[in-house]
Structures are given as structure tokens and as C-alpha cells.
């Protein structure tokens, strides 16, 4: 299963993709380190379409 890590950081929003919950909470911990908010882990039930109806905008996954 796929999961998406989506995080702001006050001038810009980013969705990033993991194969696995583990490495998708360690990512997600360690963007709030760095300093992002609004950080939130979801599974990515409807493939690669789930980014842009989260955000309504078209994002790149890494």
C-alpha cells in the first residue's frame, strides 16, 4: 500500500509518497523538525489522482 505525507510550510504545500507506514511517519516526524505544520499522513486509496483532489491543484509526488 502506498501512503502520501502532505505538510505546508506558510509559502507552499507538498505531497510526498512512501511505500510503507513506517517510512511515511518517520518522514512525516521529520518534516515537523524542520519546521513544516499542517503535516498529515493518509493512505492513497485512489492512486495517483489522491494529490490533486486533496489539494484541488496538481502536485508533484516524490
Known sequence: ?????LAR?????IVLK???EDAAEKKARE????????VEVRE?????AT???LTGR????Q
Open 44 to 48: 492513497d486509496k485512489a492512486g495517483n
Open 18 to 20: 512512501r511505500d510503507s
Open 1 to 5: 500500500m502506498t501512503y502520501l505525507i
Open 51 to 53: 494529490a490533486t483532489a
Open 31 to 38: 518534516l515537523k523538525e524542520m519546521g513544516w505544520f499542517e
Open 9 to 13: 510550510d506558510g509559502t507552499s504545500q
Open 58 to 61: 496538481p502536485q508533484t509526488l
